[in-house]
């Protein structure tokens, strides 16, 4: 992966967790790595433990899909559920949550960072 897209990756994912925290969330962790990988963004929304998945983008990219919540198919949504479980499986038993849940959150960013697009999927799959 590019350094630029490193950034564009680290930038869209700030600005997630900026956002669901000032929507009442707690998060719980950024970039949560596990022995399998890491998990972007993991919250408290109200009761449910959210696992967040982040997708960004540049305005006028011509790689990849078209918008970027596309590019959670069914390999990456089953990376994430065995991620989650694998994160909550080297925690300290947790609090009792009322769901578990996976949400996606789609970027799409111009060329000075502005938000061109936010789209925030809940429950996604």
């Given amino acids: 992966m590019t350094l630029t897209r490193q950034r564009l990756g680290r930038d869209a994912e700030a600005l997630v967790a900026n956002q669901l ?48 919540e596309l590019a959670v198919g069914v390999t990456k949504r089953r990376r994430l559920r065995r991620l989650a479980a694998a994160w909550l499986a080297e925690r300290p038993p947790l609090p009792r949550f009322d769901d578990l849940r996976f949400d996606v959150v789609a970027v799409t960013l111009d060329g000075g960072n502005g938000v061109e697009r936010y789209e925030h999927i809940r429950d996604a799959f």
């Avoid at 399998?36 to 982040?54: A, K, Q, T, W, Y």
């Avoid at 305005?59 to 970027?68: A, K, N």
């Fill in 21 to 68: 925290a000032a929507a009442g969330w707690r998060i719980v962790a950024r970039n949560a790595r596990t022995r399998h990988g890491e998990i972007d963004i993991i919250g408290v929304d109200g009761r449910d433990l959210v696992f967040v998945e982040v997708k960004a983008r540049r305005s006028g990219s011509v790689g990849g899909p078209e918008l970027p």
